[in-house]
T-cell receptor
Framework: GENVEQHPSTLSVQEGDSAVIKCTYS??????FPWYKQELGKRPQLIID?????GEKKDQRIAVTLNKTAKHFSLHITETQPEDSAVYFC?????????????FGQGTTLQVKP | SQTIHQWPATLVQPVGSPLSLECTVE??????LYWYRQAAGRGLQLLFYSVGIGQISSEVPQNLSASRPQDRQFILSSKKLLLSDSGFYLC????????????FGPGTRLLVL
């Protein structure tokens, strides 16, 4: 069935360094890839998303890249700050599906050390 | 703008008791609705989704059920809670047939003792 693998499960970086989280997906029909940030005790919040017709998207310090041939996509956070510490989830979806179901990765706990 | 509400925010229930969690969405019509469960320190497990009133799809067999009595209301229920039902329950919505982006409610933290 559909599956999204996310790595690493935990990531610790120094403030100011970059962080990269990678996901691979199994369904070649997937064409929508969002990233969510979940702070402790809070709801997941969408931080960036990308569709299959583009290879990269940036929003200030965060960027997402997509390689459809290899079926993987990555989240890049530059100049990390302590407030970036959270759990990050990737997801994949078939855009044409009526259900709008997202297949989530297992999550990455990012710790940014001041 | 659209908003999503969940209640209660927290709940402590004894094993074997019933459960009813409610989710409502404002500012949109005919949304897709979803129930997720998140165990402590774990990922998001999709429990149910609905594409319309009375239409419920179950993702994981268990002692929970869901209902959608109105267009923007989604209810998660159980007749008898188990210890393993403890967790953070999240409701989410998306715009049917337009945008797959899901927006999450504030969640209900359930502790079964």
């Amino acid at each position: 069935g559909e599956n999204v693998e996310q790595h690493p499960s935990t990531l610790s970086v120094q403030e100011g360094d970059s962080a990269v989280i990678k996901c691979t997906y199994s369904d070649s029909a997937s064409n929508y890839f969002p990233w969510y940030k979940q702070e402790l005790g809070k709801r997941p919040q969408l931080i960036i998303d990308i569709r299959s017709n583009v290879g990269e998207k940036k929003d200030q310090r965060i960027a997402v890249t997509l390689n459809k041939t290899a079926k993987h996509f990555s989240l890049h956070i530059t100049e990390t700050q302590p407030e970036d510490s959270a759990v990050y989830f990737c997801a994949a979806s078939r855009g044409s599906s009526n259900t709008g179901k997202l297949i989530f990765g297992q999550g990455t706990t990012l710790q940014v050390k001041p | 703008s659209q908003t999503i509400h969940q209640w209660p925010a927290t709940l402590v229930q004894p094993v074997g008791s019933p459960l009813s969690l409610e989710c409502t969405v404002e500012g949109t019509s005919n949304p897709n609705l979803y129930w997720y469960r998140q165990a402590a320190g774990r990922g998001l497990q999709l429990l149910f989704y609905s594409v319309g009133i009375g239409q419920i799809s179950s993702e994981v067999p268990q002692n929970l059920s869901a209902s959608r009595p109105q267009d923007r209301q989604f209810i998660l229920s159980s007749k008898k809670l188990l210890l393993s039902d403890s967790g953070f329950y999240l409701c989410a919505w998306s715009t049917a047939g337009v945008d797959e982006t899901q927006y999450f409610g504030p969640g209900t933290r359930l502790l079964v003792l």
